[in-house]
């Protein structure tokens, strides 16, 4: 299977850096999903924490470089997700930014996975008629 570190990609006027989630966050947030548990706000809401934490917004430097920047931290037990940037705060409000985020972040992420595995189930089917 091709492993994608990240992909870089731009929404409106913004370039961002969308990372994976690791395997055994990928692996939980599948099964979420074959559970049908998506629909739960709670089980929802960590998918996304776990979505955002991987994505960064580049910022240009003083000498022209771009650096990605974390714009989001996952939740620690005691407390709630946040924004890291100052500009990443009006991001709370942009629905379309941020589910174009999630959606990266899930196809980086889990869609290598589901590629090969639709692969191998056809496959299987090919020589098991």
């Known amino acids: 299977m091709s492993f994608q570190k990240y ?3 731009e929404i409106g006027s913004r370039r961002f ?3 994976t989630v690791t395997a055994r966050k990928a692996a939980w947030i599948y099964a979420q999903i074959q559970l049908g548990k998506i629909g739960d706000e709670s089980v929802f809401q960590r998918i996304q924490d776990h979505l955002l934490s991987v994505c960064s917004l580049y910022k240009v430097n003083p000498d022209g470089t771009e ?3 974390p714009i ?3 939740p620690y037990p005691d407390q709630p997700g946040r924004w890291l940037l100052p500009e990443a705060q009006e991001f709370e ?3 379309a930014l941020v589910q174009k985020l999630m959606e990266t972040a899930m196809e980086v992420s889990i869609g290598p996975f589901l590629k ?3 692969s191998a189930q056809q496959k299987a089917q090919a020589t098991n008629p």
Do not use: I, N, S, T
Request: hydrophobic share 40%; no cysteine.
């Open 7 to 9: 992909k870089d990609v």
């Open 17 to 19: 850096r969308v990372g």
């Open 67 to 69: 650096v990605p920047m």
């Open 72 to 74: 989001y931290e996952a």
């Open 93 to 95: 409000y942009d629905l």
């Open 116 to 118: 090969e595995r639709a």
